[in-house]
């Protein structure tokens, strides 16, 4: 059975309730999206380029002010506590870490390098740190084998490899995790979800992850919210979602007469609004 499945019993680590986001102060980009992260869980939020997903996440950790946006209505608590006006680093600390999208490394240093930046803020003892490194390689052994390599000479799913780890070294309890596939090969896109289950499985992370890649996020999460220009326009269990009719058709390209291109579904959901 699986770890969710426990009919709403399970603890909620994060909560978002009907935020709104404005950047620049004209331009509304979130429209009351609401959801909820449990502890112990892989959360997705999906939809496509431009739905809301990298700004939720960021509304999350606090990291809207370098953009000029701000959350202006409804509330973030996690753990309990209001996330409102506290710093990045703050976030960190109590346990919430970001992985940005587009896989950003420290070019000039090495793999192992980028991978002790994670532990800057942590104040531990050297042979803490080095066990959690060694934790790191157990669940990328690609990155042991290049540890002495200049980040910037990676591949990209070397360096998708390095972000994540480096975020594992800051000891956090939930990572928000976003856009992890893109511009990754299929291959690599199976490798790194299935890394990111067994650290769920096993070690326990809480994962929330943005992801435009509906098919691969269903089967590797337990709950999914789909977001459509600014709101949530479906949630569930990720099984449920997976079967879903309209989701087949809108999201995972079909539907039971037979796969659709996108542009046809595209045209089909404009007249289907038309006519509601």
């Known amino acids: 059975m699986d770890m969710l499945d426990a009919g709403g019993t399970e603890e909620t680590v994060l909560e978002v309730n009907n935020i709104e986001v404005i950047y620049n102060h004209v331009i509304l980009v979130l429209k009351g ?29 606090n990291l809207l002010h370098s953009e000029r946006g701000e959350v202006t209505k409804g509330s973030i608590t996690y753990r309990g506590k209001s996330t409102q006006g506290r710093d990045p680093a703050d976030m960190v600390k109590a346990g919430v870490i970001q992985v940005m999208e587009g896989r950003h490394c420290f070019e000039h240093l090495t793999v192992e390098e980028n991978l002790l930046t994670g532990a800057y803020t942590r104040g531990s003892s050297t042979a803490d740190i080095n066990r959690d490194l060694e934790m790191v390689y157990t669940y990328f052994p690609r990155l042991k084998e290049r540890r002495r390599s200049q980040a910037g000479y990676t591949s990209g799913g070397e360096q998708q490899m390095v972000a994540i780890g480096r975020a594992l070294m800051s000891r956090p309890e939930t990572i928000l995790l976003d856009e992890p596939s893109m511009g ?30 509906t098919n691969v996020a269903l089967r590797f999460a337990h709950y999914g919210y789909i977001l459509e220009s600014g709101r949530v326009v479906m949630d569930g269990p990720a099984a449920e979602l997976r079967e879903n009719p309209d989701v087949k058709e809108f999201y995972l390209g079909m539907s039971d007469e037979g796969r659709k291109s996108f542009r046809d579904v595209r045209s089909y959901r404009r007249r289907k609004r038309w006519l509601s």
């Open 33 to 61: 999206v609401s959801l909820s992260v449990p502890k112990g869980g892989i959360t997705a939020l999906l939809g496509g380029n431009g739905a809301g997903k990298t700004t939720t996440l960021k509304a999350i950790s």
């Open 184 to 213: 990754l090969a299929p291959q690599l896109v199976e490798q790194i979800f299935g890394i990111v289950k067994s650290l769920n499985e096993n070690e326990g992370y809480t994962f929330l992850l943005a992801e435009q890649n």
